[in-house]
């Protein structure tokens, strides 16, 4: 049993460039989130979905974009990335309920030059 | 909107010391409440969740949290500290209404010293 896996790891871009996050899980969660990890600032939500083909706007979704195609795939995009988008990137999945904790990937960490 | 505040970005503590780590959330509903651990250059890990009943909620590894309404904190302790409990500890809030976000705090760092 995977749980959450995220592609790639490991990433180093040019600004300007783009770039997609994959996550996948494998546990059929209804909910999955993208999160930005930042030293002081804890980890802020990005994009999360609430079922497959639905999205809506975190805390900071400015520079990403997310689609949620397949109930197990959530992916985030850069579309032209800057520096200030350096930073490891989390996905999670839950259940559907509030009740419920989330299970994380073991992260992105991504770089832009 | 929810927030979820963590007071202390660094905690020194001796082993086999208690500590104590602070969060206080805010919110306009109902919510429930967790502490995540990560340790360096991994995922986070689920440590303990109030839902709801008994304010005093026990989790892995040893530790323990309780739940104070009229205080708005959730704050997470433990008796005797372990080298091996060195990490990040991250408080978090779901609210109950059915936006189901899930916000984090800034996060603890715990150094136990020798």
């Known amino acids: 049993n995977a749980g959450v896996t995220q592609t790639p790891k490991f990433r180093v871009l040019k600004t300007g460039q783009s770039m997609t996050l994959l996550c996948a899980q494998d546990m059929n969660h209804e909910y999955m989130y993208w999160y930005r990890q930042d030293p002081g600032m804890g980890l802020r939500l990005i994009h999360y979905s609430v079922g497959e083909g639905t999205t809506a706007k975190g805390e900071v979704p400015d520079g990403y974009n997310v689609s949620r195609l397949k109930k197990q795939n959530f992916l985030l995009g850069l579309e032209s990335a800057a520096p200030s988008q350096t930073s490891v990137y989390f996905c999670a999945s839950r259940l559907q309920t509030g009740s419920t904790e989330a299970f994380f990937g073991q992260g992105t960490r991504l770089t832009v030059v | ?114």
């Open chain 2, 1 to 114: 909107a929810q927030s979820v505040t963590q007071l202390d970005s660094q905690v020194p503590v001796f082993e086999e010391a208690p500590v104590e780590l602070r969060c206080n959330y805010s919110s306009s509903v109902s919510v429930y409440l967790f502490w995540y651990v990560q340790y360096p250059n991994q995922g986070l890990q689920l440590l303990l969740k109030y839902l709801s009943g008994s304010t005093l909620v026990k989790g892995i590894n040893g530790f323990e949290a309780e739940f104070n309404k009229s205080q708005t904190s959730f704050h997470l302790r433990k008796p005797s500290v372990h080298i091996s409990d060195t990490a990040e500890y991250f408080c978090a809030v779901s609210d109950n209404s059915g936006t189901y976000k899930y916000i984090f705090g800034t996060g603890t760092r715990l150094k136990v010293l020798a």
